[in-house]
């Protein structure tokens, strides 16, 4: 029995904050309690998504296929987010890396270089001097710079977190940098049809099945679209098809998909090859954009280095030909 499953499971658990947590479902359990309530108690742990596959599970007595393909689902979620990760770290420790680069060459060694010509009493020439010139504002105001910087990126997660009107707005920036819009809607749409075919096979209406879908893919056109096709059109009575055929945000591929699952009957099978397809092209994508940011990265750096070399070279040159 389920109640039996816990035991072990509290047996078998050695951290302390999941054996409370099964020891508060046996307790809910033993005082006659529904299995999902304790989970909808840590809606902050537990998505919508995973509370409404327990529900439906424990409604139809399915408790045990919806807990195998969560099972799945989980770890191809995992495997998704580590291809993701593994595909961006090396670019993002570039960045990191030349950022630094230039904060030291920009803050440190170019005000020290122009002081000294300063002090040399040296006339160097305009694009020296000009170089030198933010050299020494950044050395005098670097610090309070990096601090404002710093609280500005801070700002603007904690106002993208909050703010409906600031994700649009980086969304709509997003989408007009090609790569990055392509990356973005491929996520948005695998992580939609892995959880709707979740959710479908748990035995859930799709129209409920579409609402919790549109809160959980983090895409703002995404979900304002899944909410339309399930308001506007499901329920009014339009085909799952026809309704998937008015939002331009799906490709054609994706709408014809869903029609013809719905005629054939099998809609969760569809979405579940949809989510692998889309985890592939995810891959790929991300593989394409790699390839252009790391020698685009290396380019600017190089430039920058290489201008402040200039601006050095240069006068200690001119200074070498007058002796």
Do not use: C, W
């Amino acid at each position: 029995s389920l109640l039996q499953a816990i035991n072990i499971l509290i047996e078998d658990f050695k951290k302390s904050t999941v054996r409370s947590f099964l020891v508060e479902i046996r307790s809910n359990l033993e005082k006659g309690q529904p299995f999902y309530a304790t989970f909808a108690k840590y809606p902050r742990i537990f998505s919508q998504v995973y509370i409404n596959l327990v529900k439906a599970g424990e409604t139809s007595g399915n408790l045990e296929d919806v807990f195998e393909n969560l099972t799945v689902s989980l770890s191809k979620e995992k495997m998704l987010k580590d291809q993701v990760r593994g595909a961006l770290i090396y670019p993002i420790l570039l960045l990191a890396t030349s950022v630094l680069i230039l904060i030291f060459l920009v803050t440190f060694a170019l005000p020290k270089i122009a002081g000294v010509f300063m002090e040399s009493g040296f006339e160097p020439p305009l694009f020296s001097k000009i170089v030198f010139s933010i050299g020494l504002f950044f050395g005098k105001f670097g610090i309070f710079i990096l601090i404002a910087l710093t609280g500005g990126i801070i700002a603007l997660f904690s106002l993208y977190r909050t703010s409906l009107l600031f994700k649009k707005l980086v969304a709509a920036v997003m989408n007009e940098i090609p790569l990055v819009k392509d990356i973005i809607q491929k996520i948005a749409l695998q992580r939609f049809a892995a959880t709707l075919s979740e959710l479908i096979k748990a035995g859930m209406p799709i129209t409920d099945a579409l609402d919790i879908t549109a809160d959980t893919v983090g895409h703002v056109e995404l979900k304002q679209a899944l909410l339309r096709i399930s308001r506007e059109g499901l329920a009014k009575g339009l085909t799952v098809g026809e309704a998937f055929k008015r939002e331009p945000f799906f490709p054609r591929t994706v709408v014809n998909l869903m029609a013809i699952s719905e005629k054939a009957g099998h809609i969760e099978e569809v979405l579940n090859t949809l989510a692998d397809f889309y985890a592939s092209e995810i891959d790929s994508s991300l593989k394409t954009l790699v390839s252009f940011l790391e020698p685009a990265m290396l380019l600017l750096i190089g430039f920058v280095i290489g201008v402040i070399a200039l601006a050095i070279i240069v006068p200690i040159y001119q200074l070498t030909t007058q002796f």
